[in-house]
């Protein structure tokens, strides 16, 4: 069996889906056996991931998005690309699938239809256009969460057989990071203090602003010793908690975007992970803190408490008091702290990308 996995937003400034395609595609090419997989279009031999661009030279990367915006207006550039794929897997950055090849995609999240003023109108017309040409035809999709595939199920009426949860996983560099790696990310980014760390781009729907109330609710006596710490880049619509970020509030510090491969040291530094956001689809800093072994807060909506279980403690994410109970009793619980830990060490075994691969594969075989 042969699969053509879209794999332009790798080429794109982007943050989970890009995530999503860098670790799938190298996945299911280490498990592929007898089949095979290509990244499209005509995407091979891949860079470092990084969030911020292309994962290709600008050499590579222009000819490949000229190629994209010629095969969505026409056929033929899209059946070169694909070539004599079985199974052609694509993204929202593809605007069509082809005859006689089964046509696949993989589910994220809802947010545009359940929270639309999280999202640009570009987006959301982007998601809808997604979902009428490609989610509502495609033969089968896979969903991040038994959650996310609850939402596409009631919210596109996709009949319940043709979508499968199929967890993502999560880089071994974070089940493998040492106490040593978190000293010397701690000790070059100047963490002197314990800290309660969030990664994530600065966005409207991550909830940072009950974040940052939570914190500056916490007791003097416990806010005095820890700094709440920020990593990820500034997004849309971030200007008012930007502000508040950068506006020098005690023990509140911005680190912007993090490289790949400082994160799993920088995770496990952290003395508590937080992770309040208002809706995910699967949520990846969460299941990377649980792999690093860092105890959670999180919401308790979406797809997160399915994710997180019991490695987290749970919250109201629209109210700045529970957040601030919440960071309290783990800040404050050292038993607490390593409980969390333990739960979420194991849980996270479910998030190896070698096993989403795997079962992907089964996924796929379907329509050999």
């Known amino acids: 069996m042969r699969v053509s996995v879209d794999a332009s937003p790798l080429l794109l400034r982007s943050a989970g889906v890009k995530n999503y395609l860098y670790h799938w595609i190298q996945a299911l090419q280490r498990s592929a056996g007898l089949n095979s997989v290509d990244g499209y279009p005509f995407i091979g031999s891949i860079g470092d991931l990084t969030h911020e661009g292309s994962v290709m030279s600008l050499l590579h990367t222009a000819p490949r998005i000229a190629w994209l915006l010629a095969s969505n207006r026409f056929t033929a550039p899209r059946r070169i690309a694909a070539g004599k794929a079985n199974v052609f897997h694509v993204t929202n950055q593809v605007h069509g699938g082809l005859p006689g090849m089964a046509l696949t995609a993989t589910v994220h999240d809802m947010t545009c239809w359940l929270t639309p003023e999280f999202h640009t109108p570009a987006n959301i017309k982007a998601d809808q256009r997604f979902a009428e040409r490609i989610l509502t035809r495609a033969d089968g999709l896979i969903s991040v969460s038994e959650n996310t595939r609850q939402d596409a199920i009631r919210l596109l009426n996709i009949k319940p057989e043709k979508i499968v949860t199929i967890y993502s996983g999560v880089p071994p560099s974070f089940f493998e ?178 096993r989403c691969a795997e079962s992907s594969w089964r996924f796929f075989e379907q329509f050999a």
């Open 177 to 354: 990071v040492t106490a040593a790696d978190a000293e010397r990310v701690r000790a070059r980014l100047k963490l002197n203090k314990p800290f309660i760390l969030h990664v994530g781009t600065v966005e409207p729907r991550k909830n940072l602003d009950a974040l940052l109330d939570a914190f500056l609710l916490l007791p003097e006596s416990v806010r005095a010793d820890v700094e709440l710490v920020f990593a990820g880049p500034m997004g849309w619509a971030a200007s008012t908690t930007s502000k508040r970020i950068l506006s020098g509030l005690p023990g509140v510090r911005y680190l912007g975007y993090v490289p790949e491969k400082d994160l799993p040291g920088l995770t496990k530094a952290a003395t508590v992970f937080a992770y309040p956001s208002l809706y995910e689809g699967f949520g990846f800093p969460v299941a990377q803190a649980m792999a690093a072994g860092v105890p959670l807060l999180t919401s308790n909506n979406s797809c997160l408490p399915e994710i997180s279980g019991d490695s987290a403690v749970h919250v109201d994410l629209r109210s700045p008091a529970a957040i601030r109970d919440g960071l309290d009793k783990l800040l404050t619980s050292e038993s607490l702290r390593a409980e969390k830990s333990a739960i979420g060490l194991a849980k996270a075994q479910e998030y190896r990308w070698d």
